[in-house]
């Protein structure tokens, strides 16, 4: 089968974008922000002559304001993704209109909670301002130019932050906080169904050239907020707490997809098709072992530390 370039296979996939996104707009529900933030609960910090914003304002615990401030940078991050899109394909193709569908109201979220005293909304452009955030830029700007040949990216990096959003919200402890964020990872949902089916189509029109970017993109797999400064201190902190980890990636993000594309029973590959799935054998397994350490190691810490608080 002749290979496709990525404009050319984008393009042979367009009527499949366009399935799936009349089927998205037919099941997504309409929701607002303001819905789930109360505006009492707010109130004026230091420019409009308030209070300046302090951690001791908050309701939710160290490690949960860690995992909302990468959750809602990776949110503000989406869109520049999507720019990409539009730029290839225009805002009014399936694609560009497909790719807007979900950032700008998500982005609506992060502006709600910044005006109450429970988020670290308010505290975060002092931890991505200067370097660190042009440091984060750049690394957005060299991602997103590689979005149009990376289509795997998108269901695993849907899938990742659902899980993350949900496991945020039950670990904040705190009713509004997880109700948002289950609200947000529902819409996560359905849209990690729709690049999952974009890419269940790309294997059909062109199986060898998919496994191999699903494979190079199980092997090189980065949070979306990888670049956010700061992101791998954070991110063990999250782990260590259970929120997102090896064990929650492996058997919760890369195997359910694979299962869903029938990667193992796929044929019709060539050899370069059964190269990357050999590839991708060997990079499922491995993380499965480390993961298991992982989670026994985070199990004996958490003995020890009752057996001294006991």
């Known amino acids: 089968m002749a290979v496709l370039?990525?404009?050319?296979?984008?393009?042979?996939?367009?009527?499949?974008?366009?399935?799936?996104?009349?089927?998205?707009?037919?099941?997504?529900?309409?929701?607002?922000?303001?819905?789930?933030?109360?505006?009492?609960?707010?109130?004026?910090?230091?420019?409009?002559?308030?209070?300046?914003?302090?951690?001791?304002?908050?309701?939710?615990?160290?490690?949960?304001?860690?995992?909302?401030?990468?959750?809602?940078?990776?949110?503000?991050?989406?869109?520049?993704?999507?720019?990409e899109i539009?730029?290839?394909?225009?805002?009014?193709s399936a694609w560009g209109t497909g790719s807007t569908a979900g950032p700008r109201r998500r982005a609506g979220?992060?502006?709600?909670?910044?005006?109450?005293?429970?988020?670290?909304?308010?505290?975060?452009?002092s931890s991505s301002s200067g370097r660190g955030w042009?440091?984060?830029r750049s690394a957005t700007r060299a991602s997103t130019s590689r979005c149009s040949t990376s289509a795997p990216t998108s269901p695993s990096g849907e899938l990742a932050t659902r899980v993350s959003h949900r496991n945020t919200g039950r670990y904040t402890e705190e009713p509004i906080a997880e109700k948002l964020l289950q609200r947000v990872a529902k819409d996560e949902n359905l849209h990690m169904i729709f690049y999952r089916n974009i890419i269940a189509a790309?294997?059909?029109?062109?199986?060898?050239?998919?496994?191999?970017?699903?494979?190079?993109?199980?092997?090189?797999?980065?949070?979306?907020?990888?670049?956010?400064?700061?992101?791998?201190r954070k991110a063990?902190?999250?782990?260590?707490a259970g929120i997102y980890d090896l064990r929650i990636h492996h058997d919760d993000i890369v195997t359910p997809l694979l299962r869903q594309w029938g990667?193992?029973?796929?044929?019709?590959?060539?050899?370069?098709?059964?190269?990357?799935r050999d590839e991708l054998a060997q990079a499922v397994s491995a993380p499965d072992s480390e993961a298991a350490r992982f989670v026994e190691r985070r199990a004996e810490a958490a003995a020890k530390k009752a057996a001294r608080t006991s």
């Open 263 to 276: 990667v193992w029973e796929l044929e019709g590959l060539d050899a370069e098709g059964e190269k990357a």
């Open 236 to 240: 063990v902190q999250m782990a260590k």
């Open 86 to 92: 539009d730029r290839a394909f225009g805002r009014d």
């Open 5 to 83: 370039e990525s404009a050319q296979l984008l393009a042979e996939l367009e009527p499949t974008v366009a399935d799936n996104l009349n089927r998205h707009m037919a099941i997504a529900d309409e929701w607002m922000p303001h819905e789930y933030v109360p505006r009492s609960t707010g109130r004026d910090f230091a420019d409009p002559g308030g209070d300046p914003w302090e951690v001791a304002q908050s309701q939710l615990s160290p490690i949960a304001r860690t995992a909302l401030e990468v959750n809602l940078l990776t949110e503000d991050n989406l869109p520049s993704y999507h720019r």
């Open 134 to 136: 042009r440091r984060w």
């Open 109 to 125: 979220t992060r502006s709600a909670s910044a005006t109450t005293s429970s988020s670290p909304a308010a505290s975060i452009p």
């Open 202 to 232: 790309a294997l059909e029109l062109a199986p060898s050239q998919t496994m191999r970017a699903i494979t190079d993109e199980v092997v090189d797999f980065q949070m979306p907020g990888k670049v956010i400064p700061g992101f791998s």
